[in-house]
């Protein structure tokens, strides 16, 4: 994976766009993943 | 091993760069068609393999019960919800960016399979993303077990059944124990099947 992003230049030089994706993604996802895991927990009644 | 895998990353992003700039040695589609394939089927492979021969897993997971199953589902669809609004947001494509979050934090598999299904863009995307929810587990898990004594398992995904089942244990208790491992176990199984389907929308 590591060949495959080093040797696309326009990858390459986009990485900072990733990086700056990737905090947003990561913290909807975690935070939709808590809010989930909180709202079924007091329909299923879990300990 | 995060050591070793970020440093097998860089050296073959720099490994790259130089073939690419300076000198085709090494057909490029080569390494990101057959050899890339290849790697990919192996650690599929593999995960079958570790998953088939951990009695003890199979056991923790039917001692747990399946009332315990609500929790990695909830956490797959937050995470894959939380793509879909994320892509949206963004205005890239909103489906990879699901199949991206459907990693569940598993960044080496996450990475390849969604490089290979979305381009590479997206597999560093995948990488980086996955990568960054395993470090933000760790990291925060002193405050995040403050919210929820399931947060930090919500945060991790499908690390919990290795990587951060430690640092969960240690501040949510044993008893948090059996969930974590059996929501990771879930969604460490599930991760490879809900990559492919969402990627079969686009």
């Not at chain 2, 995948?126 to 405050?143: K, P, Q």
């Amino acid at each position: 994976m590591g060949f495959t992003i080093g040797s696309n230049n326009e990858l390459l030089w986009s990485m900072y766009k990733i990086g700056f994706d990737s905090i947003i993604i990561v913290l909807l996802s975690v935070s939709f993943s808590v809010i989930f895991v909180k709202a079924i927990r007091r329909v299923v009644k879990l300990e | 091993m995060i050591k070793y895998i970020l440093t097998a990353l860089f050296l073959g992003a720099v490994a790259g760069y130089f073939n690419n700039n300076y000198g085709n040695l090494i057909a490029n589609n080569w390494v990101s068609g057959y050899l890339f394939d290849f790697s990919l089927v192996l650690l599929l492979f593999l995960m079958g393999f570790a998953f088939g021969v951990d009695k003890e897993a199979i056991a923790k997971l039917r001692k747990a019960g399946l009332k315990i199953l609500v929790v990695p589902f909830s956490i797959a669809l937050g995470s894959i919800l939380g793509g879909l609004i994320g892509g949206l947001i963004l205005g890239i494509n909103a489906v990879a960016v699901m199949a991206v979050s459907a990693g569940y934090g598993w960044y080496t598999l996450a990475g390849p399979l969604v490089g290979q299904l979305f381009g590479a863009e997206f597999g560093a995307l995948g990488f980086m993303v996955n990568f960054l929810r395993e470090l933000l587990t760790i990291t925060t898990i002193s405050l995040t077990v403050k919210i929820d004594k399931y947060a930090p398992i919500a945060f991790g995904g499908a690390t919990t059944m290795d990587t951060t089942l430690p640092v969960i244990v240690r501040y949510g208790g044993s008893e948090a124990l059996i969930t974590a491992f059996s929501s990771g176990f879930t969604l460490s199984l599930i991760a490879p099947f809900t990559i492919t389907a969402i990627a079969a929308l686009a």
